[in-house]
């Protein structure tokens, strides 16, 4: 069966400071990859989504950006944070079916 | 553009009372349309989807939804409220021209003992 990682779980960065999450999925090859952002009391945002490695899709700008080294691997960047993207950060795999999410990452900017 | 419409934030039921949460979707044609649940700190977990099949669509622990073309509803009920199931509850609609999801604002769902 198919599973998604996402680490960190939680994650406390100072204002300006970089990003990294990462998010790789198992038992399946070639997968939709997506990024969403869920801020307190605004739903989930899609922020990003890929077809295939190399290949980003961004849906709103932002001073976020995401990248797919690999196949199964999907990673979300930011090289100066801001207070605004303090949130759930949810990946999430898919294709012509349902959407199967990870178990997301807190994070908050201070 | 496909997008769904969550009226309620928060809806509170007592237990074993009836869970109505409602969906509306605007779509030009019937769109692919499911319900996930989300516990606190947690991803989102699917309960049930629509794929132009039936048009009542029963899930996991109990929950189903129906489709409904003529009132562009899709839903969410559950006969009998369980402690268990306070949670935050998303309808989403998938677009018919690739595969991105669009999620409605979410409904927390409080069940008062």
């Known amino acids: 069966s198919q599973t998604i990682h996402q680490w960190p779980a939680t994650l406390v960065q100072p204002v300006g400071s970089p990003l990294s999450l990462e998010c790789t999925v198992e038992?399946?090859?070639?997968?939709?990859l997506y990024w969403y952002r869920q801020a307190a009391g605004r739903g989930l945002q899609l922020l990003f989504y890929s077809v295939g490695i190399g290949q980003i899709s961004s849906e709103v700008p932002q001073n976020l950006s995401a990248s797919r080294p690999q196949d199964r691997q999907f990673i979300l960047s930011s090289k100066k944070l801001l207070l605004s993207d303090s949130g759930f950060y949810l990946c999430?795999?898919?294709?012509?079916?349902?959407?199967?999410f990870g178990p997301g990452t807190r994070l908050t900017v201070l | 553009a496909q997008s769904v419409t969550q009226l309620g934030s928060h809806v509170s039921v007592s237990e074993g009372a009836l869970v109505l949460l409602r969906c509306n979707y605007s779509s030009s044609v019937p769109p692919y349309l499911f319900w996930y649940v989300q516990y606190p700190n947690q991803g989102l977990q699917l309960l049930l989807k629509y794929t132009s099949a039936a048009t009542l669509v029963k899930g996991i622990n109990d929950f189903e939804a129906e489709f409904k073309k003529s009132e562009t509803s899709f839903h969410l009920t559950k006969p009998s409220a369980h402690m268990s199931d306070a949670a935050e509850y998303f309808c989403?609609?998938?677009?018919?021209?690739?595969?991105?999801?669009?999620f409605g604002t979410g409904t927390s769902l409080t069940v008062i003992p």
């Open positions: 999430a795999w898919g294709g012509t079916g349902s959407y199967y």
């Open positions: 989403a609609v998938r677009r018919n021209t690739g595969n991105q999801f669009y």
């Open positions: 038992g399946t090859s070639n997968p939709n």
